[in-house]
């Protein structure tokens, strides 16, 4: 018993004093244990009766021996203490990324976590806005189709990924802010660490760096599933993709997803007026925001926006989408939304005859009509032939078509250009976007006035007629016409805000002695009311060149033109195939080109810019030359007019002037480029007709009404738009002013019969005559301006009514 309690004591006596020198070196509890059996390797452990695992040592006291050995004492310490200051260095940054550290460690990481989480909280809330806009967009516009808004947003995201070059860029950045921190957010619940210090940790794992230094399980786990994401944005970053984003990147560069617009503008077909008709809507959208424009082409997506973009395409703030199909099956109109479209404009083909390319048109709309598309807008055509233009009106007569016959305007136009130059010009000015436009609305205060007073009662527009009630369209109506309840007057002005009715007439001519004779005008009086004025001698007109033109071409030649004269036509198509067209042609108009004499001169594709070839023209013989566009594209038909035009040029320049007639050929064009070629080699009297087709399919697409004042101007049924010397309408004996206002010059031309001003030129101080430029409602017209014998008027005259 004594022994047992000698034992005990000694073991009591060997725990304290091993505390005792533990807690001396800086030692907790459990460390003071590890140093004991560090110190006494010998000794073993024994449970104690409270199973708390106390250390138990054998019979030999411990406090004697490490009083005998310091050395292995302290030996033994030495590890222990290291790894504790080890811990205690790390628990120190610990606490430093909490916030008890260095003052200034903490101020920047929390300055950088909040600029973070600043970002990141403004890419959502600017991403909010703009969600909210689309969502709008698609419940006013698109809201009654089939697609949900959620496919609407996916075909949205789409293309601006596909547009914008800044996209992929744009995305990953969010993707990765995202990933971040909102695994920051998570972290810092999960842990309880510091957001500054949820954000390291994040970044370090998203950058594929392991999370073996976490300690908590959550962390750990969250850390092998961040890493995990950090690998795959990686992967998107270094340009590994996977075999799903592939295929629908494919889809898309082919055209072949399906469009979700409201609203929108669908161009059916490519041509080479698709080019100058993007850029007229494009230009009469800018002011409201731009458009949306979807083409559906059968040619391969790549290659119609190659031919687009690759020139310079100029849509302002619009935007444009290519799809590859057929116009005339259902699946591809409804690729393209056309049920929802605002407008659809069919392109007549021009790569195959009139009658062809408007049976395509005619398949096309019938397409539409069947579905009733476009729900709630409506549909413009370009008929290539005039015969059809009562067909394509008649085939969808529940729906708002309008159809337009460009292609006789352009060759009119050429006819009429070759007899007053510079007429395309202001044509053209009359067309556009660009400058004084059309726009129609009733006045009240004017209904029981005559069309005469109306006209002077807008200083800042040209009145050109009225629209009736019942939607006639009424050019020049006559001067005692008499404006009617829900007539609408039809003004040529910069804007449609840009002009009122004044209080008062404009312009009021000098009272006249009723009682003194007024001579005759020094024009006759049958010539002002003829109502086509056919030249009195044959004439020899050469043609170079062939396309859809030439039909209208030689119609409009053969109305004016002398019984006698001939027209040499000169082009590589087989003359057999002109034959036939030409039969078609008279058949299709119930009449014989009786007028002129037709002579063919065939030439190879290859030789047809020969001065070889050329020579055999005896082009300085003819009265009038006309210029055809003919290539392949629209570059190789201008190259050849350009090659033709220089040779016919050079030959000119070896013939004796006596010999000669003067050489002003009218050019047709389908480059902008080619005008600036055409000017620096001394030719201005050219047409574009591309640009003329463009910009009066976009104006008609913008304002269909449109239409009926084209129609009613390049008709000649009521009117005829030309040039006039303002001799023309002097009074014999009369001199010709020096100065001239537009509102007098206006009122004079009133009083020789139904015929409206519009225009008047004015010659450059350094040019010609022929490079006269043209002003078209001068903004003021009662301060009058210089004038001269070679300055002209443009004027819309009304056939069979002279005073």
Same mark, same amino acid.
Request: one cysteine or more.
């Given at each position: 018993?004594?022994?047992?309690?000698?034992?005990?004591?000694?073991?009591?006596?060997?725990?304290?004093?091993?505390?005792?020198?533990?807690?001396?070196?800086?030692?907790?509890?459990?460390?003071?244990?590890?140093?004991?059996?560090?110190?006494?390797?010998?000794?073993?452990?024994?449970?104690?009766?409270?199973?708390?695992?106390?250390?138990?040592?054998?019979?030999?006291?411990?406090?004697?021996?490490?009083?005998?050995?310091?050395?292995?004492?302290?030996?033994?310490?030495?590890?222990?203490?290291?790894?504790?200051?080890?811990?205690?260095?790390?628990?120190?940054?610990?606490?430093? +990324?909490?916030?008890?550290?260095?003052?200034?460690?903490?101020?920047?990481?929390?300055?950088?976590?909040?600029?973070?989480?600043?970002?990141?909280?403004?890419?959502?809330?600017?991403?909010?806005?703009?969600?909210?806009?689309?969502?709008?967009?698609?419940?006013?516009?698109?809201?009654?189709?089939?697609?949900?808004?959620? @496919?609407?947003?996916?075909?949205?995201?789409?293309?601006?990924?596909?547009?914008?070059?800044?996209?992929?860029?744009?995305?990953? $950045?969010?993707?990765?802010?995202?990933?971040?921190?909102?695994?920051?957010?998570?972290?810092?619940?999960?842990?309880?660490? +510091?957001?500054?210090?949820?954000?390291?940790?994040?970044?370090?794992?998203?950058?594929?760096?392991?999370?073996?230094?976490?300690?908590?399980?959550?962390?750990?786990?969250?850390?092998?599933?961040?890493?995990?994401?950090?690998?795959?944005?990686?992967?998107?970053?270094?340009?590994?993709?996977?075999?799903?984003?592939?295929?629908?990147?494919?889809?898309?560069?082919?055209?072949?997803?399906?469009?979700?617009?409201?609203?929108? @503008?669908?161009?059916?077909?490519?041509?080479?007026?698709?080019?100058?008709?993007?850029?007229?809507?494009?230009?009469?959208?800018?002011?409201?925001?731009?458009?949306?424009?979807?083409?559906?082409?059968?040619?391969?997506?790549?290659?119609?926006?190659?031919?687009?973009?690759?020139?310079?395409?100029?849509?302002?703030?619009?935007?444009?989408?290519?799809?590859?199909?057929?116009?005339?099956?259902?699946?591809?109109?409804?690729?393209?939304?056309?049920?929802?479209?605002?407008?659809?404009?069919?392109?007549?083909?021009?790569?195959?005859?009139? %009658?062809?390319?408007?049976?395509?048109?005619?398949?096309? $709309?019938?397409? $539409?009509?069947?579905?009733?598309?476009?729900?709630?807008?409506?549909?413009?055509?370009?008929?290539?032939?005039?015969?059809?233009?009562?067909?394509?009106?008649?085939?969808?007569?529940?729906?708002?078509?309008?159809?337009?016959?460009?292609?006789?305007?352009?060759?009119?136009?050429?006819?009429?250009?070759?007899?007053?130059?510079?007429?395309?010009?202001?044509?053209?000015?009359?067309?556009?976007?660009?400058?004084?436009?059309?726009?129609?609305? %009733?006045?009240?205060?004017?209904?029981?006035?005559?069309?005469?007073?109306?006209?002077?009662?807008?200083?800042?527009?040209?009145?050109?007629?009225?629209?009736?009630?019942?939607?006639?369209?009424?050019?020049?109506?006559?001067?005692?016409?008499?404006?009617?309840?829900?007539?609408?007057?039809?003004?040529?002005?910069?804007?449609?805000?840009?002009?009122?009715?004044?209080?008062?007439?404009?312009?009021?001519?000098?009272?006249?002695?009723?009682?003194?004779?007024?001579?005759?005008?020094?024009? +006759?009086?049958?010539?002002?009311?003829?109502?086509?004025?056919?030249?009195?001698?044959?004439?020899?007109?050469?043609?170079?060149?062939?396309?859809?033109?030439?039909?209208?071409?030689?119609?409009?030649?053969?109305?004016?033109?002398?019984?006698?004269?001939?027209?040499?036509?000169?082009?590589?198509?087989? @003359?057999?195939?002109?034959?036939?067209?030409?039969?078609?042609?008279?058949?299709?108009?119930?009449?014989?080109?009786?007028?002129?004499?037709?002579?063919? @001169?065939?030439?190879?594709?290859?030789?047809?810019?020969?001065?070889?070839?050329?020579?055999?023209?005896?082009?300085?013989?003819?009265?009038?030359?006309?210029? $055809?566009?003919?290539?392949?594209?629209?570059?190789?038909?201008?190259?050849?007019?350009?090659?033709?035009?220089?040779?016919?040029?050079?030959?000119?320049?070896?013939?004796?002037?006596?010999?000669?007639?003067?050489?002003?050929?009218?050019?047709?064009?389908?480059?902008?480029?080619?005008?600036?070629?055409?000017?620096?080699?001394?030719?201005?009297?050219?047409?574009?007709?591309?640009?003329?087709?463009?910009?009066?399919?976009?104006?008609?697409?913008?304002?269909?009404?449109?239409?009926?004042?084209?129609?009613?101007?390049?008709?000649?049924?009521?009117?005829?738009?030309?040039?006039?010397?303002?001799?023309?309408?002097?009074?014999?004996?009369?001199?010709?002013?020096?100065?001239?206002?537009?509102?007098?010059?206006?009122?004079?031309?009133?009083?020789?019969?139904?015929?409206?001003?519009?225009?008047?030129?004015?010659?450059?101080?350094?040019?010609?005559?022929?490079?006269?430029?043209? %002003?078209?409602?001068?903004?003021?017209?009662?301060?009058?301006?210089?004038?001269?014998?070679?300055?002209?008027?443009?004027?819309?005259?009304?056939?069979?009514?002279?005073?």
């Amino acid at each position: 018993q004594g022994q047992g309690q000698g034992q005990g004591q000694g073991q009591g006596q060997g725990f304290e004093q091993g505390f005792e020198l533990g807690y001396r070196l800086g030692l907790g509890e459990v460390d003071a244990k590890a140093f004991l059996n560090a110190s006494h390797p010998a000794h073993g452990e024994q449970p104690t009766s409270s199973g708390g695992g106390a250390l138990a040592v054998g019979h030999e006291a411990v406090a004697p021996d490490w009083h005998r050995r310091p050395h292995a004492f302290t030996a033994a310490a030495e590890p222990i203490l290291t790894e504790r200051s080890q811990q205690a260095g790390r628990s120190k940054r610990d606490r430093g +990324s909490e916030g008890h550290g260095d003052p200034d460690d903490w101020s920047l990481n929390h300055l950088c976590g909040m600029l973070v989480f600043i970002i990141f909280a403004g890419f959502l809330c600017a991403a909010v806005p703009l969600i909210r806009a689309e969502y709008l967009f698609y419940k006013d516009n698109i809201g009654d189709s089939e697609d949900a808004f959620s @496919v609407y947003l996916t075909y949205r995201f789409t293309d601006w990924f596909t547009t914008k070059k800044y996209a992929p860029g744009l995305v990953l $950045l969010f993707l990765t802010m995202g990933l971040i921190v909102t695994g920051a957010i998570v972290y810092a619940i999960l842990v309880g660490k +510091s957001p500054a210090h949820s954000l390291w940790r994040i970044f370090v794992w998203s950058t594929g760096s392991p999370a073996e230094g976490e300690v908590t399980p959550a962390g750990r786990f969250l850390g092998i599933l961040v890493t995990v994401c950090g690998l795959i944005i990686l992967s998107l970053l270094l340009g590994i993709v996977t075999e799903m984003f592939t295929t629908k990147m494919t889809e898309i560069k082919q055209g072949v997803n399906k469009v979700v617009e409201g609203g929108h @503008v669908v161009i059916l077909g490519f041509t080479e007026c698709t080019r100058c008709l993007l850029e007229e809507l494009a230009n009469a959208r800018e002011s409201e925001g731009g458009g949306m424009f979807v083409i559906l082409a059968q040619e391969k997506k790549d290659d119609v926006e190659n031919a687009l973009f690759g020139n310079s395409l100029k849509i302002e703030n619009s935007r444009i989408v290519v799809r590859s199909g057929s116009s005339c099956t259902i699946r591809d109109l409804h690729k393209v939304a056309a049920n929802s479209a605002a407008q659809v404009v069919i392109m007549s083909d021009t790569s195959i005859s009139p %009658e062809e390319a408007d049976a395509k048109s005619i398949r096309t $709309l019938l397409a $539409l009509m069947t579905k009733g598309w476009p729900t709630n807008g409506r549909v413009i055509v370009q008929c290539a032939s005039e015969a059809n233009r009562t067909l394509f009106k008649n085939i969808y007569s529940n729906k708002e078509v309008e159809v337009v016959v460009v292609g006789n305007i352009v060759a009119k136009l050429m006819a009429q250009t070759s007899r007053q130059h510079g007429l395309a010009t202001v044509f053209g000015m009359m067309l556009g976007f660009e400058g004084d436009e059309f726009y129609s609305e %009733e006045w009240p205060d004017l209904v029981g006035s005559t069309f005469r007073e109306a006209v002077f009662r807008f200083s800042q527009a040209v009145v050109l007629g009225v629209f009736s009630a019942e939607e006639e369209c009424m050019i020049n109506p006559g001067w005692d016409y008499k404006i009617q309840e829900g007539d609408r007057i039809i003004v040529l002005a910069e804007d449609n805000d840009a002009y009122t009715l004044e209080d008062k007439p404009y312009y009021t001519p000098p009272e006249v002695d009723l009682e003194e004779p007024i001579p005759p005008l020094n024009t +006759s009086a049958e010539e002002l009311k003829a109502r086509t004025s056919r030249e009195s001698t044959p004439t020899k007109t050469l043609i170079i060149g062939w396309n859809n033109n030439i039909g209208p071409l030689l119609l409009s030649l053969d109305s004016v033109s002398a019984h006698g004269s001939s027209i040499t036509i000169y082009s590589p198509r087989p @003359v057999e195939d002109r034959e036939q067209d030409i039969a078609k042609l008279e058949l299709r108009v119930g009449q014989k080109l009786e007028a002129a004499s037709i002579k063919h @001169v065939c030439v190879d594709s290859d030789e047809a810019s020969s001065k070889l070839e050329l020579q055999r023209l005896n082009h300085h013989e003819h009265d009038c030359v006309f210029i $055809l566009a003919e290539g392949a594209t629209r570059a190789k038909a201008d190259e050849r007019t350009m090659a033709i035009l220089t040779q016919l040029n050079a030959i000119g320049a070896e013939i004796p002037a006596e010999e000669k007639k003067h050489f002003d050929p009218v050019v047709e064009m389908c480059e902008d480029s080619t005008a600036e070629h055409l000017q620096m080699c001394g030719f201005l009297n050219f047409v574009h007709s591309n640009s003329l087709i463009s910009q009066a399919l976009a104006a008609v697409t913008e304002e269909p009404q449109v239409n009926a004042i084209y129609h009613d101007l390049m008709s000649n049924v009521h009117n005829s738009f030309e040039f006039r010397s303002y001799k023309d309408f002097l009074r014999q004996g009369e001199k010709e002013p020096d100065m001239l206002s537009f509102g007098e010059a206006a009122h004079r031309i009133s009083e020789a019969g139904d015929i409206a001003l519009v225009a008047w030129s004015a010659v450059p101080k350094e040019g010609t005559a022929e490079e006269r430029e043209w %002003e078209m409602n001068p903004k003021d017209k009662i301060t009058p301006r210089q004038w001269s014998s070679d300055d002209q008027v443009v004027v819309i005259r009304r056939f069979g009514s002279v005073d």
